[in-house]
């Protein structure tokens, strides 16, 4: 689709995806790529802005990631941050050296109003700062336009050739006004018209569909997740009883799941759609036998998904497309989009195997970040109930089983998860907390039950508050409720004899265990 975009050139920075988010905030299109992307490709893409990430990285240093000073030559203004300030500032003749006194954290800044970037904004604000090393001297046609006590060159500019460049990070929510600022920059600066917005992507997406289709036979692997949801809703729309929606219970679904699913989608639900349920319980345990890395797991569930959706297709007949719910950051952090590391294999991204027998596979939902898919299903008429759903992974509780997954681990965590659940929504909590449940750790340690020794697995709780899943902190609950889900536990699930509760953020963790 045709439409005003920003390039995020990405530098190995970790707020990589946070930079493209905030820039679709203010309703321009933004997509992320490494700074190895040649420049004349990114003129090819015509972008209104370009905005270079953080890194950990001194620019200074030998085999350090770089870029052509033609990118600055192109006439397309262009946003350092961070790392990306001082590459900028290192390639245009200005001095980086490493830092006298380091800033990490929430600092204060002293910016110059008068500049576009920093229009609306207090002249003494908060913003993020993460370096080691600092512009000790900004290049030729630069001017000053933000600092701290200890950071001379906290922004600059050179206006007349579009250049900006910002020491900290805009991007992160720490930065009080830093959407504001890259507002400014898209919107001001940029010249963009602020027209990326779901309800003309919903239609969009719909014509490139059928277009792309035509008279060909879909089938559209379902999950009941929010993301496959909107996939298989938005499909259904563009091309009716072409396509055919399969949904596999791998045995890794949380407890009375997969009925939950096929009553919403199965033949008495509320969609008129072609619904085929698998019950493959016993192929996938069989296959994850004996593994115990996380990202082999990944790989196996990935694979074992793909070889049933060929199956089924082929009793369908010849079906030329394979519809996947595949989100943004499933594309980013399987190392496929942008220079950041591979984090892990979603299993419908870096999972996917080798050989897959279809034409194509089809991902509407590709570009799109998570609070962007729900807002494309209500956009679709899906009842908000199912939009905002508790986000689970296509792994499932593979992924919740710290080492080998078994039926009887699967047991122990589906109890465990389905009473954490339950108590959070008696609480009332369950509107408040945007990610909620139990994991089984690979920990046995020895307890004391009615008199008598145990040796049993450890029980690990997970609640998160987050806006987009890219960064995200512990909820605070109630002590006296993790009370409670911890007796419940330990006396109504056999084999557990500990619980904990996980406080830490994303980063350095992240939302699931694997």
């Known amino acids: 689709m045709e439409r005003e975009k920003v390039i995020v050139i990405d530098f190995g920075g970790q707020y990589n995806q946070l930079v493209a988010r905030r820039v679709r905030e203010c309703n321009v299109y933004c997509e992320i790529y490494s700074f190895r992307t040649p420049p004349e490709q990114i003129k090819e893409m015509n972008p209104k802005g370009i905005i270079l990430t953080g890194g950990p990285n001194s620019c200074y240093e030998e085999g350090a990631p770089t870029y052509s000073r033609e990118l600055f030559q192109l006439g397309i203004p262009v946003l350092g941050l961070c790392y990306g300030a001082q ?11 490493h830092a006298p006194v380091r800033e990490y954290g929430k600092t204060e800044v002293f910016v110059d109003t008068a500049s576009l970037m920093f229009s609306n904004i207090s002249e003494k604000t908060i913003c993020w700062m993460s370096h080691f090393d600092y512009i000790a001297k900004e290049a030729p046609g630069f001017e000053i336009t933000a600092h701290t006590v200890d950071c001379p060159v906290a922004a600059a500019e050179n206006k007349a050739e579009n250049l900006y460049l910002m020491q900290f990070h805009p991007e992160v929510l720490h930065t009080q006004e830093g959407t504001k600022m890259l507002r400014n920059f898209v919107r001001n600066i940029c010249g963009c018209k602020g027209s990326w917005r779901m309800d003309s992507f919903v239609e969009e997406s719909i ?12 089938l559209c692997a379902l999950s009941g997740g929010v993301d496959s949801s909107v996939a298989a809703v938005m499909l259904s729309k563009a091309i009716g009883k072409q396509l055919t929606c399969v949904f596999v219970d ?5 407890d ?43 790989k196996v569930i990935g694979e074992e998904f793909i070889r049933v959706f060929e199956e089924e297709a082929k009793k369908i007949g010849t079906v030329d497309f394979l519809v996947q719910g595949t989100i943004y950051p499933d594309v980013v ?3 496929l989009g942008g220079e950041s590391a591979m984090i892990k294999s979603h299993h ?3 999972g996917l195997p080798d050989y897959v027998d279809f034409k194509e596979i089809v991902e509407p939902l590709r570009n799109l970040f998570k609070d962007e898919v729900r807002k494309a299903g209500l956009e679709l008429g899906i009842p908000k109930y199912l939009v905002f759903r508790q986000p689970f992974p296509g792994p499932g ?5 710290i080492g080998e997954v078994t039926p009887k681990k699967v047991k122990i965590v589906q109890k465990a998860d389905a009473i954490f659940r339950e108590e959070i929504a008696k609480a009332g909590l369950d509107q408040e907390i945007n990610q909620y449940f139990a994991a089984l750790t690979n920990m046995r340690s020895v ?18 508050n987050t806006l987009d899943f890219m960064t995200a902190e512990a909820s605070e609950i109630p002590f006296s409720l993790l009370q409670r889900v911890m007796g419940r536990i330990v006396n109504e699930v056999a084999g557990v004899n500990r619980v904990f509760y996980d406080i830490t953020s994303k980063p350095p963790g992240t939302v699931e265990f694997e």
């Open 333 to 335: 952090e399987s190392g």
């Open 87 to 97: 590459l900028m500032m290192h390639l245009l003749g200005g001095k980086v050296e």
């Open 250 to 254: 791998h045995g890794l679904l949380r």
């Open 397 to 401: 509780l593979g992924v919740r089983i």
């Open 207 to 218: 014509q490139e569909i059928r277009k792309k289709v035509e008279s060909g036979k879909v």
């Open 348 to 350: 419908n991204v870096g």
């Open 256 to 298: 009375k799941e997969g009925d939950e699913v096929e009553a919403v989608f199965g033949p008495k639900g509320s969609y008129e759609l072609n619904f085929i349920r698998v019950n493959a319980q016993e192929r996938f345990y069989h296959k994850l036998a004996g593994i115990t890395e996380p990202e082999q797991k990944r």
């Open 447 to 464: 307890g004391v039950m009615g008199d008598e020794r145990t040796y049993d697995y450890a029980v690990a709780l997970r609640a998160v």
